[in-house]
């Protein structure tokens, strides 16, 4: 099991440019999340999806975008990047039921300027 | 609405010394706690969780935490430090009753000295 993978690991964008983040678990888990994480800060949630077809806010989604077509891919969209977007992003996913450890990917560093 | 609240973002510790990395969490329901250590440019792993179980939990490299629900803290506590245990914590509440999931701390920046 590669568990959950993230790619791409460093991405450098300019401002206004657009990039997807992708995510993917082999874990087949129903839950997936999206979080970044600022300097000297815990994690902020972005988006989640609780299964394919379904996706939902969490507390910081201005600016971002998910979709879940499949159970293993959870890919997060950024449409007109800005500086305040400069952040490490972390997927992450859990099986309900289970024992609700939240299993998370290695991140990917993001740099608008 | 839950909260958690990590006392000191960097604690700093001789190797072979106690390790106490604090946690105080809000909840108005039963919740679950859990610790995640993130080493340098890496994602979190789970350290241990507390499911309303045993309130002394143990986890992983030896560290243990104990749920107090009468100080709703959670502190995360290791005998003695090795080198290796420097890394940043988190801890962390979830209720489970909102699509799982989880509130994190603002974590704490473990050092340990020589």
């Known amino acids: 099991n590669a568990g959950v993978t993230q790619t791409p690991k460093f991405r450098i964008l300019k401002i206004g440019q657009s990039m997807t983040l992708q995510c993917t678990q082999d874990m087949n888990h129903n839950y997936m999340y999206w979080y970044r994480q600022d300097p000297g800060m815990g994690l902020k949630l972005i988006y989640y999806?609780?299964?394919?077809?379904?996706?939902d806010k969490g507390e910081v989604p201005n600016g971002y975008n998910v979709s879940r077509s499949t159970t293993e891919d959870f890919p997060l969209r950024l449409e007109l990047a800005a500086p305040s977007q400069t952040s490490v992003y972390f997927c992450?996913?859990?099986?309900?039921?289970?024992?609700?450890?939240?299993?998370f990917g290695p991140g990917t560093r993001l740099t608008v300027t | 609405a839950q909260s958690v609240t990590q006392l000191g973002s960097h604690v700093s510790v001789s190797e072979g010394a106690l390790v106490l990395l604090r946690c105080n969490y809000s909840?108005?329901?039963?919740?679950?706690l859990f610790w995640y250590v993130q080493y340098p440019n890496q994602g979190l792993q789970l350290l241990l969780k507390y499911t309303s179980a045993a309130t002394l939990v143990k986890g992983i490299n030896g560290f243990e935490a104990e749920f107090k629900k009468s100080e709703t803290s959670f502190h995360l506590t290791k005998p003695s430090a090795h080198m290796s245990d420097a890394a940043e914590y988190f801890c962390a509440v979830s209720d489970y009753s909102s699509a799982s999931k989880i509130i994190f701390g603002s974590g704490t920046r473990l050092s340990i000295r020589p």
């Open positions: 992450a996913s859990t099986q309900t039921g289970g024992s609700y450890e939240q299993y």
């Open positions: 909840s108005s329901v039963p919740p679950y």
């Open positions: 999806s609780v299964g394919a077809g379904i996706t």
